[in-house]
C-alpha cells in the first residue's frame, strides 16, 4: 500500500484494501522528482515529518511500520513491491496531471512484472466524476455542483486495518533515519529537526501553528467541532477572531479523512462548514478533467498581464501601503496559513488593483502555504482573477472597505503590521500621509480606484 496525500490509518480505503491480504507493506516514498523540482518550504517539510512519523507510531500500535524509501518514486515502489514478493499495489486515486503521469508510469511498469495496480477514493469526500451534469464530465459550477453533492451519499467508513503484518524481507528502516533518507540539505538537518529525535517531530516548529499527523488532525477536529463549529457561519470572516478550523493542511496531507469531515453536514450547525468542503471537493472534479488548469486560463479572456516586478515584490513582502493586504502578506510569511477571507483580498488586489498574472500569486502562495494544493491553490487562484469557474469573473474586493469590515477594530493589522499599533480602529485602514511617515509605513502602490477603472476598461 502506497501512501501519497493520505497519510492516515483510520478511513483509508487504500489501506484497507491492502490489509486483506495477509502482509502488507505501507509504504511512503519521499519522491526525487518533487524533492528535486519544488520549492517545498522548511515548514511544509517538517509537517510532512511529523505526519509521516505519526503514521509510523499508528500503525506501530497495530504490529506493522511504515515502510520509508527515498529515490525515483515507480522504481522505488516497484523494488518493494518485489522485495515483498507483492501480487497488487493499492493507493489512493488524485487528480493532478502529475499524480496521473506517476500513476500511468506505474501501470506499464508493473503490468510487465504481472503485478496489478489498484487505485481507491480518499482525497476526497465525494470522488471526481461519481457525480456529474447529464453528458458532461464534470460540474464548471459550483452551485448545482453543491445541490447535487449535499444530496449523493458519502461512501461507508473504510475497514480499520486491524494487525499489521509485514513480509519478513522488508526492513521498515528506522524513521529517524528520515534525515539520511531525505538526504543533505533535505532531510530533517537542512529542516532544523536534527537531533530532535522522533518525540520532538511532534513538537511545533517556529511560526507553524499546526502540527502535522493524524493524531493531531483529529484532536483539532474533535476540538474544533465542539467549540467553534456553532459560530463558523457568523465568525469564519472576522480575521482578528480567528475562527475557522485551520483543518486545511490535515485535508491536503490526508491527516484527517475528507469524508469524516463532510460528515458534518449532518450536523445541526455544520451547514456552512459543509459547504466549504464542497468547494474543495468541487475543485477537485474541475481539475480532474481539466489538469492543464493549474497553469493555463480555465476561462481565457486575453488577459495581457502587466509585468511590474517591483509592485510584485511589494505585495510579496506586505509593502503594498493597503494595511489588511500587508498584514496578510507578513502573516503568510511568517506561519505558513492564510484565513480564506485574507486570501481573497490580496488575490484580489495582485490580479484587479496590481493586474499582475495570477499565476505569479499562486507560485508565491505553493511556496509558503501548509495547506498548498494544486486544485485548492490554483483554482481559487482563477476563481479571483476572473479566469476561473465564477460565474461573476469582474468582482473586486476593496482592500480598505474589506479591512474596516472584517477587522473592525484593527486587531489583527495591529498583529501583523505592528508599526500601525499606534493608530486607533478609525483610520488603521487607511492611514494620513503623515502618519504613514512617522510609522515608517509606505503610501498606497497604487491609488484603488484608479487601479479598478483602469482594470474595467482593460476587461470589458
Ligand atoms: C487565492 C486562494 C488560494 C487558496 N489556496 C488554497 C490551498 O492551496 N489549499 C487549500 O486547502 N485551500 C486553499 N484556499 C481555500 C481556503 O482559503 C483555505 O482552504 C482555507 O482558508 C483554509 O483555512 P481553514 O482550514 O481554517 O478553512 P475553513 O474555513 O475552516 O474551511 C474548512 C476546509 O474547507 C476547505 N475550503 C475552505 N474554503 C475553500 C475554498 N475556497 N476552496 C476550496 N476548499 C476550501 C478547506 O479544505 C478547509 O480546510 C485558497 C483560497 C484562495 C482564495
Known amino acids: 500500500m502506497v501512501f501519497t496525500r493520505d497519510l492516515r490509518v483510520t478511513d483509508n480505503p487504500a489501506l484497507a484494501a491492502a490489509s486483506e491480504a495477509a502482509r502488507v507493506v505501507p509504504l511512503f516514498v519521499l519522491d526525487e522528482a518533487i524533492l528535486a523540482t519544488a520549492r517545498t518550504p522548511v515548514k511544509r517539510l ?17 504490529g506493522g511500520a511504515l515502510v520509508i524509501r527515498r529515490g525515483d518514486w515507480v522504481r522505488s515502489v516497484l523494488d518493494c513491491a518485489r522485495a515483498a514478493g507483492a501480487g497488487e499495489i493499492h493507493l489512493a486515486a488524485d487528480v493532478t496531471s502529475y499524480a496521473s503521469r506517476r500513476l500511468a508510469a506505474l501501470r506499464d511498469a508493473a503490468a510487465a512484472d504481472g503485478l496489478t495496480v489498484l487505485t481507491h477514493p480518499g482525497i476526497t469526500a465525494i470522488e471526481p466524476g461519481r457525480i456529474a451534469p447529464p453528458g458532461k464530465p464534470a460540474y464548471q459550477v459550483f452551485t448545482p455542483y453543491y445541490n447535487r453533492w449535499l444530496e449523493t451519499p458519502l461512501r461507508a467508513e473504510a475497514a480499520d486495518p486491524g494487525t499489521i503484518t509485514l513480509p519478513p524481507a522488508i526492513d521498515p528502516g528506522d524513521l529517524a533515519g528520515l534525515a539520511d533518507l531525505a538526504g543533505p540539505g533535505l532531510g530533517l538537518a537542512g529542516l532544523g529537526l536534527a537531533g530532535l529525535g522522533l518525540a520532538g517531530l511532534g513538537r511545533d516548529v517556529a511560526g507553524r501553528d499546526v502540527p502535522g499527523g493524524e493524531t493531531a488532525g483529529l484532536a483539532r477536529l474533535a476540538a474544533w467541532t465542539e467549540s467553534k463549529l456553532a459560530g463558523y457561519a457568523d465568525h469564519r470572516d472576522d480575521l482578528a477572531a480567528d475562527h475557522t478550523s485551520h483543518l486545511s493542511a490535515y485535508l491536503h496531507h490526508g491527516c484527517v479523512s475528507p469524508r469524516s469531515v463532510a460528515a458534518l ?18 475543485f477537485h472534479q474541475v481539475l480532474a478533467v481539466r489538469p492543464d488548469a493549474s497553469w493555463r486560463d480555465f476561462r481565457p479572456r486575453g488577459d495581457r498581464w502587466n509585468r511590474d516586478q517591483a509592485a510584485f515584490a511589494a505585495w510579496q513582502a506586505g509593502q503594498t501601503g493597503y494595511p489588511v493586504v500587508d498584514a496578510a502578506m507578513r502573516q503568510l510569511a511568517a506561519t505558513g496559513y492564510l484565513p480564506g477571507r485574507a486570501r481573497m483580498v490580496v488575490a484580489s488586489f495582485l490580479t484587479k488593483d496590481l493586474y499582475l498574472d495570477w499565476r505569479l500569486g499562486a507560485a508565491h502562495f505553493a511556496e509558503h ?14 476563481w479571483v482573477a ?40 478609525g483610520v488603521i485602514h487607511d492611514p494620513d500621509p503623515a502618519s504613514r511617515q512617522l510609522s515608517g509605513y509606505p503610501a498606497p502602490l497604487v491609488d484603488h480606484k484608479e487601479a479598478i477603472n483602469r482594470y474595467r476598461l482593460i476587461r470589458h
Open 46 to 62: 517538517g509537517f510532512l515529518a511529523e505526519s509521516l512519523a505519526d503514521t509510523d507510531a499508528r500503525l506501530r500500535e497495530r
Open 265 to 282: 453536514r449532518e450536523h445541526r450547525d455544520g451547514a456552512a462548514f459543509a459547504r466549504q468542503i464542497a468547494w474543495r471537493d468541487f
Open 369 to 382: 502555504l501548509l495547506d498548498a494544493d494544486v486544485a485548492c491553490n490554483q483554482l481559487n487562484w482563477q
Open 386 to 425: 476572473g479566469t476561473g469557474t465564477d460565474t461573476s469573473p469582474h468582482r473586486v474586493f476593496n482592500p480598505t472597505t474589506q479591512g474596516q469590515r472584517y477587522d473592525p477594530d484593527g486587531e489583527y493589522i495591529r498583529h501583523w503590521v505592528p508599526e500601525l499599533d499606534w493608530l486607533p480602529a
